[in-house]
């Protein structure tokens, strides 16, 4: 009375390979548009910060992650000396160095 009959489905055509192609089209098509629009920008972005980092030189003028600006006074491996103030020495890994300023813009 309160519970209907249940009925078994029919079992898919014969074409079920067909049907698959399109959704495998889709999700190649997906990849490569995350990949244009996501990834490709982010390496680009990483290859032209590790260029400036290895371009690094002795006075240059700098900004930090955390935004402080300095001139860069000692060059290690994987650390930097910036001088942020006479006298004032800050030890930061190169990694921490976001952008290089044009000359004489520290005054």
Do not use: C
Not at 11 to 37: H, I, N, Q, R, Y
Not at 56 to 79: H, P, Q, R, Y
Request: proline fraction near 4%; hydrophobic fraction near 50%; avoid cysteine.
């Amino acid at each position: 009375m309160f519970i209907s009959n249940a009925y078994a489905q029919a079992a898919p055509a014969a074409g079920g390979a067909e049907s698959g192609l399109p959704s495998l089209l889709m999700m190649v098509a997906m990849f490569v548009v995350v990949f244009f629009v996501m990834i490709r920008p982010q390496m680009k972005r990483q290859k032209e910060h590790k260029a400036m980092l290895e371009a690094l030189a002795k006075g240059d003028e700098i900004v930090t992650a955390g935004g402080i600006i300095g001139k860069v006074s000692k060059l290690g491996d994987s650390f930097v000396h910036v001088e942020v103030a006479s006298g004032v020495e800050l030890q930061l890994q190169r990694s921490a160095i976001t952008q290089v300023l044009p000359k004489g813009s520290l005054k």
